[in-house]
Structure formats: structure tokens, C-alpha cells
């Protein structure tokens, strides 16, 4: 079956450090895979997607590239804001989207 | 483009009556509409898929007479929790699909309480 794996948070960075958050994946066929983000209180945002291998999917300053090799979509920004405090998903589908397997998400507090 | 609205966003109900949570997509038509619950600090678990216009097909271990599922147009879908139960308390989220499209636009969730 499909799963997805994200490291485990809260992941604590002072502003304009660099970020990475790991995903990996497993599944059957070919997936989509999604970053979302979700502010407190709030429902879930696509960040970003990336449909194919060396995709790179990006928004906000923050970017994915699909690693078919490693099975890998992990999430990097070069420079956090106090603004970017949310949880972050990872998350693929298959067989055209009609369902989403998430990451346990990462929490991720930038300070000042 | 691509809103998914929720209603209510929080409610908080007694034990044993039933609460009714609408899904609307505002600016598309959505073929497809997601239920997810989420319990804190978790992750999104499926609950099951609804289609417009025929019955909805629910995950494993999610008691379809628990929780009824309408999605009578292509705007709206609906979902009931019958006899709520405080294990029943958690964030209820609903995400939107247009046909022929791969991505899922997320409402905002209704957060339940059940005394």
C-alpha cells in the first residue's frame, strides 16, 4: 500500500534559517506528491505538488524536488519568516487523485 | 480560485443529538468531495469519498450509519454525525475535487465537541 514518512517535529529554527523538512514515500504506480500546510486553526493549504520524477514543485520560497530514486519530496526553504510557523504535510495520490495519503505532518516554530 | 468553505466552524453539541456539517466549493463545480478527521496532533485519516449524486464510499473502519454522507449537488456535500458521542469530538475537514483535476482544495474544518 502507499505511506508516506516525514521526520518527526516540532522542528524549532531561528528566522532566516534554512529549512529542510524530509519526506519520503512509498507506492504503487506512479504518485503525485503534495506538500500542504496547515496555520493554527486553520484547514489544510496546497504549498506545492510535483506530478512526475524531477519534478520540482515551488511557491512561497519553499521547493520539493520529486526524487524517483531515493522516493523523496523533501521540503526546503533558504530563509524562514516567524510567518512560516505552521504544520507542514506531505502527501501522495495515485490513480488520478482520488485519494491522499498523508505524513504524520511536521510542526515546524521559527523564533526571532 | 479554488475556496472550499465550511460550515459551521465550530460547534459544540450534548451527547446522543446529531450534527449536520456542510462542504461547499465556492468558485468550481466539485464532483468529488473528501471527508477527513483529524485528531490533535495527527494526521488527516479518510473517512470516505463522496461522489454527486451517488452514495458515498466509505474507508475501513468508518461506520457509514454513524456518519452520513450527502452530496446532492455539485457545490455541496454534507455530513451528519448521528448520536454523537464524545469520542466523536475532533476536526472535521472536507476537501474538493473538479473533475478531470488531480489536486484537492481544503475547507478550513469544523472543529466538534461533544459534552
Known amino acids: 500500500g502507499n505511506s508516506v514518512t516525514q521526520m518527526e517535529g516540532p522542528v524549532t529554527l531561528s528566522e532566516e534559517a534554512f529549512l529542510t523538512i524530509n519526506c519520503t514515500y512509498t507506492?504503487?504506480?506512479?504518485?503525485?506528491l503534495f506538500w500542504y500546510v496547515q496555520y493554527p486553526g486553520e484547514g489544510l493549504q496546497l504549498l506545492l505538488k510535483a506530478t512526475k520524477a524531477d519534478d520540482k514543485g515551488s511557491n512561497k520560497g519553499f521547493e520539493a524536488t520529486y526524487r524517483k530514486e531515493t522516493t523523496s519530496f523533501h521540503l526546503e526553504k533558504g530563509s524562514v519568516q516567524v510567518s512560516d510557523s505552521a504544520v507542514y504535510f506531505c502527501?501522495?495520490?495515485?490513480?488520478?487523485?482520488?485519494?491522499?495519503?498523508f505524513g504524520t505532518g511536521t510542526q515546524l516554530k521559527v523564533e526571532l | 480560485g479554488a475556496v472550499v468553505s465550511q460550515h459551521p466552524s465550530r460547534v459544540i453539541c450534548k451527547s446522543g443529538t446529531s450534527v449536520k456539517i456542510e462542504c461547499r466549493s465556492l468558485d468550481f463545480q466539485a464532483t468529488t468531495m473528501f471527508w477527513y478527521r483529524q485528531f490533535p496532533k495527527q494526521s488527516l485519516m479518510l473517512m470516505a469519498t463522496?461522489?454527486?449524486?451517488?452514495?458515498?464510499?466509505?474507508e475501513q473502519g468508518v461506520e457509514k450509519d454513524k456518519f452520513l454522507i450527502n452530496h446532492a449537488s455539485l457545490t455541496l456535500s454534507t455530513l451528519t454525525v448521528t448520536s454523537a458521542h464524545p469520542e466523536d469530538s475532533s476536526f472535521y475537514i472536507c476537501?474538493?475535487?473538479?473533475?478531470?483535476?488531480?489536486?484537492?482544495?481544503f475547507g478550513p474544518g469544523t472543529r466538534l465537541l461533544v459534552l
Open positions: 502527501a501522495l495520490s495515485t490513480g488520478g487523485g482520488n485519494k491522499l495519503t
Open positions: 476537501s474538493a475535487r473538479a473533475p478531470g483535476q488531480e489536486t484537492q482544495y
Open positions: 463522496s461522489n454527486e449524486g451517488s452514495k458515498a464510499t466509505y
Open positions: 507506492a504503487t504506480g506512479y504518485p503525485s
